[in-house]
T-cell receptor, first 114, second 114 residues
Framework: TQLLEQSPQFLSIQEGENLTVYCNSS?????LQWYRQEPGEGPVLLVT?????EVKKLKRLTFQFGDARKDSSLHITAAQPGDTGLYLC??????????????FGKGTKLSVIP | EAQVTQNPRYLITVTGKKLTVTCSQN?????MSWYRQDPGLGLRQIYY???????DKGDVPEGYKVSRKEKRNFPLILESPSPNQTSLYFC?????????????FGPGTRLTVL
């Protein structure tokens, strides 16, 4: 199984600050996804990055896929309390017969303090 | 509303008492899977199903069974639960088996085995 390492594990910041979280692997992924999970709920997809070097923006969130497709980052500008949650990166690993499993990193738990 | 539902949401049981957690999706998705989420270990896949009557083991299948008799349902069965199966369980579905598949997650089932 290809591993995804996320850092930092925990992050607590003040409202209005900027932050970056990272997702790294020693393996090449065909794509990477970012999910956000709020307490008491299941993860929800934020974005999928597919091309090496790709940058996608979702309001104040900027996602980047590394040129070598082994890493990705999520940058949040002017964090808001509503950004609080667990951020998970995930990548497909081939499981045979044309099927792919989704391997998850352990996540970054973000707290934005008002 | 497109959704994945799980029941029950909370369950406390005793060692050895068989239980079933149900999962149903109304999106006509082919791919369904079960994950468990534990502190420090992240989301780990238990079983997945590419289509009706087709199931396969994920990363942590020991102690679990699944069945896929119809497309919309994918129950998780614990024949003889043990305390190390205390966890937060998520069912998920996706439209395709390909590497860009967005997973739609249910709300989770918190299981405690005493």
């Amino acid at each position: 199984t290809q591993l995804l390492e996320q850092s930092p594990q925990f992050l607590s910041i003040q409202e209005g600050e900027n932050l970056t979280v990272y997702c790294n692997s020693s393996s090449v992924f065909s794509s990477l996804q970012w999910y956000r999970q709020e307490p008491g709920e299941g993860p929800v997809l934020l974005v999928t990055v597919v091309t090496g070097g790709e940058v996608k923006k979702l309001k104040r969130l900027t996602f980047q896929f590394g040129d070598a497709r082994k890493d990705s980052s999520l940058h949040i500008t002017a964090a808001q309390p509503g950004d609080t949650g667990l951020y998970l990166c995930a990548g497909p690993t081939y499981s045979g017969a044309g099927s792919y499993q989704l391997t998850f990193g352990k996540g970054t738990k973000l707290s934005v303090i008002p | 509303e497109a959704q994945v539902t799980q029941n029950p949401r909370y369950l406390i049981t005793v060692t050895g008492k068989k239980l079933t957690v149900t999962c149903s999706q109304n999106m006509n998705h082919e791919y369904m899977s079960w994950y468990r989420q534990d502190p420090g270990l992240g989301l780990r896949q238990i079983y997945y199903s590419m289509n009706v009557e087709v199931t396969d083991k994920g990363d942590v299948p020991e102690g679990y069974k699944v069945s896929r008799k119809e497309k919309r349902n994918f129950p998780l069965i614990l024949e003889s639960p043990s305390p190390n199966q205390t966890s937060l369980y998520f069912c998920a579905s996706s439209q395709e088996r390909g590497p860009y598949n967005e997973q739609f997650f249910g709300p989770g089932t918190r299981l405690t085995v005493l």
